[in-house]
């Protein structure tokens, strides 16, 4: 129903910067919720940042001041810039894509994930 595909992962060292990209597709862009999760080997998927349809965001405390999320409706383009990247951002970026009319047991869709890797 609503097709995600996500990129611009890579292996960077410490201190580096990464701009991840998600596109969507499917449903206009502009009803749809994102986000940006991460998962880790051996740990639990957690959320990085969110923008809602209208552009509002969130951001967990350990981006705070260093990621920034943003959108582009024209572009079905949903953009993380990631900065100061330090060795606990390694892990895979996943893109999210909700609907703003789906249930709150509805977690949406997801893309395929791009692995992101910093180095010491």
């Known amino acids: 129903q609503v097709h995600v595909v996500e990129s611009g992962g890579g292996l960077v060292q410490a201190g580096g910067s990464l701009r991840l990209s998600c596109a969507a597709s499917g449903r206009p862009f502009s009803m749809l919720n994102m986000g940006w999760y991460r998962q880790a080997p051996g740990n639990q998927r957690e959320l990085v940042a969110i923008?809602?349809?209208?552009?509002?965001?969130n951001y967990a405390d350990s981006v705070k001041g260093r990621f920034s999320i943003s959108r582009d409706n024209a572009k079905n383009t949903m953009y993380l810039q990631m900065n100061s990247l330090i060795p606990e951002d390694t892990a895979v970026y996943y893109c999210n894509a909700r609907l703003v009319t789906a249930v709150t047991s509805d977690w949406g869709y997801w893309g395929q994930g791009t692995q992101v890797t910093v180095s010491s």
């Open positions: 923008i809602s349809n209208i552009g509002i965001t």
